[in-house]
T-cell receptor, first 115, second 113 residues
Framework: GAVVSQHPSWVICKSGTSVKIECRSL??????MFWYRQFPKQSLMLMAT?????????EQGVEKDKFLINHASLTLSTLTVTSAHPEDSSFYIC???????????FGPGTRLTVL | QKEVEQDPGPLSVPEGAIVSLNCTYS??????FMWYRQYSRKGPELLMY????GNKEDGRFTAQVDKSSKYISLFIRDSQPSDSATYLC?????????????FGTGTRLKVLA
């Protein structure tokens, strides 16, 4: 149980394009999902907290117009990187909180490379 | 001072050794304590989830929480090369709603065959 999927697992895009990343909780309901960014050999950096049916809460320094988050259902949250630039290249990981059993479970991550 | 402190390592041990990984924290409101394992280029995997103080054992893994000292530990017995990964501690005052987990920076562990 407690499986979180992410799609795609990796993506390469041209500068200026937008990229959408999906995060799904497969066997539990997640009222709250979190989006993280991780640079090589560094720890997780929380970008935003996503709540089902409401606006996401962004961490200080994270541009909400650049990183659009939609949490449309109890099992799906999406992160759209708009007008991506090379500096947005990173490993993006989502996690979902199991609202019944507790705990926070991570997806496998999405590696974004912007050329 | 960071809310959660964790030695980044790397920590190298021979196969079969007992590994001790630790985190200290400053926020006395933390009640939930977690350990995650992260392999390179993968998402973190939840290993241990504990509430309040005490010990919890799962196979070769034992988690200890000492709230009086604001100190948590993860012990790995009979370590294997497959245990080589980065171990992240995480903690939170609550595990509901929008409470965030506060993560340590992670300790890189290498188990040598």
């Amino acid at each position: 149980g407690a499986v979180v999927s992410q799609h795609p697992s990796w993506v390469i895009c041209k500068s200026g394009t937008s990229v959408k990343i999906e995060c799904r909780s497969l066997d539990f309901q997640a009222t709250t999902m979190f989006w993280y960014r991780q640079f090589p050999k560094q720890s997780l950096m929380l970008m935003a907290t996503s709540n089902e049916g409401s606006k996401a809460t962004y961490e200080q320094g994270v541009e909400k117009d650049k990183f659009l988050i939609n949490h449309a259902s109890l099992t799906l949250s999406t992160l759209t990187v708009t007008s991506a630039h090379p500096e947005d290249s990173s490993f993006y990981i989502c996690s979902a909180r199991d609202r019944v059993a507790g705990g926070q479970f991570f997806g496998p991550g999405t590696r974004l490379t912007v050329l | 001072q960071k809310e959660v402190e964790q030695d980044p390592g790397p920590l190298s041990v021979p196969e079969g050794a007992i590994v001790s990984l630790n985190c200290t924290y400053s926020n006395s409101a933390f009640q939930y304590f977690m350990w995650y394992r992260q392999y390179s280029r993968k998402g973190p995997e939840l290993l241990m989830y504990t509430y309040s103080s005490g010990n919890k054992e799962d196979g070769r893994f034992t988690a200890q929480v000492d709230k009086s000292s604001k100190y948590i530990s993860l012990f790995i017995r009979d370590s294997q090369p497959s245990d080589s990964a980065t171990y992240l501690c995480a903690m939170s005052a609550s595990d509901s709603g929008t409470y965030k987990y506060i993560f340590g920076t992670g300790t890189r562990l290498k188990v040598l065959a």
